[in-house]
């Protein structure tokens, strides 16, 4: 890989990467890490690239991919402790707060993440991309390895969640 192209792919994409990885992992120095290992598998596969995706869509699939690893990891490490974790049906969940700097959000957004978090991991990995990434319904697709249908479907439900969780939240608070 020729060294302009890996940096001209780090300074068009690092910043959503990043950003994704932590509203993902809710960890600064996690997403950093998960990062790093982003870019290395980026530089071990470009020449595999194809350009059938865009290079956006193909970053935030190793992304996906880095991050599924981490917290099948991070099952594998509490499943030892009696702690059984299922990708599909449990929540993504960190005790860590964002720091302040990280998110510079209005109070309502603030209360969507935390809410998020207590989602599906496909229902978080869906808004995460959908509405802080800005990516379409047929690249959240690409992403993901679904069809649009699913994506739509799943988008669907995640809003209907997170309408209810903010819903009781904001009785409790009120």
Same mark, same amino acid.
């Given at each position: 890989?020729?060294?302009?192209?890996?940096?001209?792919?780090?300074?068009?994409?690092?910043?959503?990467?990043?950003?994704?990885?932590?509203?993902?992992?809710?960890?600064?120095?996690?997403?950093?890490?998960?990062?790093?290992?982003?870019?290395?598998?980026?530089?071990?596969?470009?020449?595999?690239?194809?350009?059938?995706?865009?290079?956006?869509?193909?970053?935030? $699939?190793?992304?996906?991919? #880095?991050?599924?690893?981490?917290?099948? *990891?991070?099952? +594998?490490?509490?499943?030892? =402790?009696?702690?059984?974790?299922?990708?599909?049906?449990?929540?993504?969940?960190?005790?860590?707060?964002?720091?302040?700097?990280?998110?510079?959000?209005?109070?309502?957004?603030?209360?969507?993440?935390?809410?998020?978090?207590?989602?599906?991991?496909?229902?978080?990995?869906?808004?995460?991309?959908?509405?802080?990434?800005?990516?379409?319904? $047929?690249?959240?697709?690409? #992403?993901?390895?679904?069809?649009?249908? *699913?994506?739509? +479907?799943?988008?669907?439900? =995640?809003?209907?969640?997170?309408?209810?969780?903010?819903?009781?939240?904001?009785?409790?608070?009120?």
């Amino acid at each position: 890989m020729d060294d302009l192209v890996f940096q001209r792919l780090y300074e068009d994409y690092n910043r959503d990467v990043f950003n994704f990885l932590t509203y993902l992992t809710r960890n600064r120095e996690v997403a950093e890490d998960l990062m790093h290992e982003v870019y290395v598998r980026v530089l071990k596969s470009y020449g595999r690239f194809e350009g059938k995706s865009s290079e956006k869509t193909w970053l935030f $699939a190793i992304a996906k991919n #880095v991050s599924i690893d981490y917290f099948r *990891k991070q099952s +594998t490490i509490n499943k030892h =402790a009696n702690i059984h974790f299922d990708w599909e049906t449990e929540q993504l969940s960190s005790a860590d707060r964002l720091p302040e700097q990280l998110i510079e959000a209005d109070e309502e957004q603030e209360q969507v993440l935390d809410v998020l978090h207590t989602c599906t991991g496909d229902q978080k990995m869906v808004i995460l991309m959908r509405f802080f990434q800005d990516l379409s319904v $047929a690249e959240t697709a690409e #992403v993901l390895g679904w069809t649009e249908s *699913k994506v739509k +479907t799943t988008q669907h439900r =995640a809003i209907k969640v997170l309408q209810v969780k903010l819903e009781a939240r904001s009785a409790r608070e009120g």
